[in-house]
Nanobody, 122 residues
Framework: QVQLVESGGGLVQAGGSLRLSCAAS????????MAWFRQAPGKEREIVAL????????YYVDSVKGRFTISRDNAKNTVYLQMNSLKPEDTAVYYC???????????????WGQGTQVTVSS
């Protein structure tokens, strides 16, 4: 398994930006497809974005397309989520996850970070 640690969350006003990072250790990072999920209070955890092992393929949920960008640096064992034009509805705990394929379902992923809180004020 790979160990994951997220950082970069915080409080931001609507329209602002944040950059989340997820640092990996343990197994070879480049072996894994990586994902960002989020979970708002009282809601199920949902997919936000995916990136392939090489970084050549990405996926975004419709609600963040054009605002969020997922990227990875395999030399630094880190995946990023650049979040622009943030909205109050983006408020959630954001989790990164590692898996061996680009899949949108939470049950597929075996390694998870502890989560980082993102709060967007109106």
């Amino acid at each position: 398994q790979v160990q994951l640690v997220e950082s970069g969350g915080g409080l931001v006003q609507a329209g602002g930006s944040l950059r989340l990072s997820c640092a990996a250790s343990g197994r070879t990072f480049s072996y894994y497809a990586m994902a960002w999920f989020r979970q708002a209070p009282g809601k199920e955890r949902e997919i936000v974005a995916l990136i392939s092992r090489s970084g050549g393929s990405t996926y975004y949920v419709d609600s963040v397309k054009g605002r969020f960008t997922i990227s990875r640096d395999n030399a630094k064992n880190t995946v990023y989520l650049q979040m622009n034009s943030l909205k109050p509805e983006d408020t959630a705990v954001y989790y990164c996850a590692a898996g061996n394929a680009m899949v949108t379902t939470t049950s597929w992923y075996t390694s998870w970070g502890q989560g980082t809180q993102v709060t967007v004020s109106s």
